[in-house]
């Protein structure tokens, strides 16, 4: 089935709700299936095995199956602030840190890797 240029105004879809995975237009401020309140997220990327959301206060982590496909429904959330002995991996891209006595492991693809790192300096959480 084609789409009928007629109704596409050209609206892209391409800012993705970290919560239920739907694309959103780029101007939204909310998600339109779930209401998620998308101006809260600083960083978003999907990566092999988790999506990854950034906030203010969380580090958000949603956990795919391991045919790297759907959301399991597991979700872990750490709050930024807890997180302790922050550390970028190299040369493998590995984000780790602790939390509650626990040490937390993601291994990212390159570019989300540097996306976080960056972000994560410039929130002043890491320093290289």
């Given at each position: 089935?084609?789409?009928?240029?007629?109704?596409?105004?050209?609206?892209?879809?391409?800012?993705?709700?970290?919560?239920?995975?739907?694309?959103?237009?780029?101007?939204?401020d909310?998600?339109?299936?779930?209401d998620?309140?998308?101006?809260?997220?600083?960083?978003?990327?999907?990566?092999?095995?988790?999506?990854?959301?950034?906030?203010?206060?969380?580090?958000?982590?949603?956990?795919?199956?391991?045919?790297?496909?759907?959301?399991?429904?597991?979700?872990?959330?750490?709050?930024?602030?807890?997180?302790?002995?922050?550390?970028?991996?190299?040369?493998?891209?590995?984000?780790?840190?602790?939390?509650?006595?626990?040490?937390?492991?993601?291994?990212?693809?390159?570019?989300?890797?540097?996306?976080?790192?960056?972000?994560?300096?410039?929130?002043?959480?890491?320093?290289?």
């Open positions: 089935m084609a789409l009928d240029n007629e109704y596409n105004n050209g609206t892209s879809f391409d800012k993705i709700c970290p919560k239920c995975g739907v694309g959103n237009p780029d101007e939204a909310n998600c339109i299936v779930c998620k309140d998308l101006e809260e997220t600083m960083l978003f990327f999907e990566d092999e095995f988790y999506d990854i959301e950034l906030t203010k206060d969380s580090f958000i982590e949603y956990r795919k199956n391991f045919y790297k496909t759907r959301r399991t429904g597991k979700v872990k959330i750490f709050s930024i602030d807890k997180m302790e002995k922050i550390r970028f991996g190299h040369p493998i891209t590995r984000f780790t840190f602790n939390y509650n006595g626990k040490k937390e492991v993601y291994a990212l693809k390159a570019e989300n890797y540097r996306s976080l790192k960056y972000l994560m300096i410039k929130i002043g959480k890491f320093e290289e």
